[in-house]
């Protein structure tokens, strides 16, 4: 038998629960250990590898889906969502779905067909949700469509994808790490103005100043910052001037802010929501409804803010006077789904 046909031994891991991303071999087999991921999800935590939906009562109370119609779902993602929409149609219509990340949409696909959702009612394109005026001019005018602008669990959760400081791994943050530039690049052509510009603007960092400096001045010195760990330990080395007793926390807070004030950046997720925004209303049918799903003020700002005056311009029917939130039992079970805000447009 040669060295390739010999049984591989699976990798243990240390202690009696996996800790390593790769090493959760169980929640990566969804299909294999159910038992597993029910437990891992009755304990409040997300399974490795998967993402839990969120507001999903709450987006088809309002988007009212009818068998026939035409929707988008913009952010594919896990295909949570785009699933529960699917068996609102009863076979009958269609759903165009878009992602920029090759790699989970690509499963995503996957496993919707393996259910019973291929290209007769499911249509999934590796696009940017910026480019729904693209889609639309194939597809005609959407009756509903949804928005959820959150980073999916399966990016947060692997290493690889540089999205989490709380792993070791590059300091990517791509949504698509095919195209454009890593956040590590992203750091090094900036200026420190630049980058503690950045921070304030993406993510309100109350200690962009420290941050930008310690970082800057590290480069300067020749002090490579390419991993998810390199930006953490630059932070708490920024933060050492606090008392002992508030650093942890802070620390735990500002890593949070800059990776998502980076991945904003490098995604140019500012940028895509506003053009977004602006094309909508053309791709919605007459009567057509659209719920976005944003994860922190910057965003929500900029949804009320085109919601609002599009509604005063008589684009839109009706929008939504205040957020919606998830229910405190959902929060309880999923603890990513706090922040979460919800609003609703009808065009006219």
Request: with cysteine; net charge positive; hydrophobic share 35%.
């Amino acid at each position: 038998m040669s060295e390739q046909e010999k049984h591989k031994r699976r990798v243990r891991y240390a202690g009696t629960h996996p800790r390593n991303y790769k090493e959760k071999y169980k929640e990566l087999q969804p299909e294999k250990y159910a038992d597993t991921i029910s437990k891992v999800i009755r304990k409040g935590s997300t399974p490795a590898g998967m993402h839990l939906s969120i507001c999903v009562k709450e987006i088809l109370d309002f988007l009212q889906i009818k068998p026939g119609q035409r929707g988008l779902d913009a952010t594919l993602g896990y295909g949570g969502h785009t699933q529960e929409m699917l068996r609102c149609l009863k076979g009958q219509g269609h759903l165009y779905a878009l992602d920029v990340d090759p790699i989970e949409s690509a499963k995503t696909k996957e496993r919707l067909e393996r259910m019973g959702y291929g290209e007769d009612l499911l249509t999934v394109r590796l696009q940017n949700f910026a480019d729904i005026d693209l889609v639309a001019s194939e597809a005609g005018r959407f009756d509903f469509v949804l928005a959820d602008l959150g980073v999916s669990s399966m990016q947060i959760d692997n290493p690889d994808r540089g999205f989490t400081y709380k792993a070791e791994g590059p300091l990517d943050l791509r949504m698509n790490p095919q195209r454009g530039i890593s956040a590590a690049e992203r750091i090094r052509e900036m200026t420190q103005e630049e980058f503690e510009g950045m921070l304030k603007e993406n993510s309100d960092e109350p200690y962009a100043g420290e941050i930008s400096k310690t970082v800057m001045n590290g480069l300067k010195r020749g002090k490579k910052i390419e991993t998810t760990i390199q930006m953490k330990e630059a932070i708490e080395e920024a933060l050492a001037f606090l008392p002992e007793a508030d650093r942890k926390e802070a620390v735990k807070k500002s890593c949070q802010r800059t990776f998502q004030a980076l991945r904003i950046d490098v995604n140019r997720e500012f940028e895509v929501l506003y053009e977004f925004l602006e094309k909508l209303p053309d791709v919605l049918a007459p009567g057509g409804r659209v719920a976005i799903l944003t994860f922190h003020s910057g965003e929500d700002r900029l949804v009320k803010k085109s919601f609002k005056e599009l509604a005063k311009a008589g684009i839109y029917r009706e929008i939504s006077t205040e957020v919606i939130r998830p229910s405190a039992e959902e929060c309880a079970r999923n603890g990513r789904a706090r922040s979460t805000k919800m609003r609703w447009a009808i065009r006219a």
